[in-house]
């Protein structure tokens, strides 16, 4: 089991940037898939990114496809999400989810840690 905490969140105006970080504790996240995740109000929560355990591979949501990039570092068990050109639409809660095995997923039942999550607000 893996502990989670996101930070990064704030407000921005759109067309702007922000850097989010999940920082994992209470085991080493090399063994597992890590996604981010978003829940705006009203909304189930729904998929954004995520990166295998070596980070070789990643996966996007087409909504942010080419604008938001999914890293990692194992040595730092930390993981990021780098938001750029962003648009009133994107601005929802940002969870930050680990799912143990490796294999990258968009399935939110797939993934077994979860974090508080971050507030991102995108003004227009």
């Known amino acids: 089991q893996v502990q989670l905490v996101e930070s990064g969140g704030g407000l921005v105006q759109a067309g702007g940037s922000l850097r989010l970080s999940c920082a994992a504790s209470?085991?080493?996240?090399?063994?597992?898939?890590m996604g981010w995740f978003r829940q705006a109000p009203g909304n189930e929560r729904e998929f954004v990114a995520a990166?295998?355990?070596?980070?070789?591979?990643?996966y996007y949501a087409n909504s942010i496809k080419g604008r938001f990039t999914i890293s990692r570092d194992n040595a730092k068990n930390m993981v990021y999400l780098q938001m750029n050109s962003l648009k009133p639409e994107d601005t929802a809660v940002y969870y930050c989810g680990a799912r143990p095995g490796g294999a990258i997923t968009y399935s939110t039942r797939q993934y077994t840690d979860w974090g508080q999550g971050t507030q991102v607000t995108v003004s227009s």
């Open positions: 209470g085991d080493t996240i090399r063994t597992y898939a």
């Open positions: 990166i295998s355990w070596s980070g070789g591979s990643t």
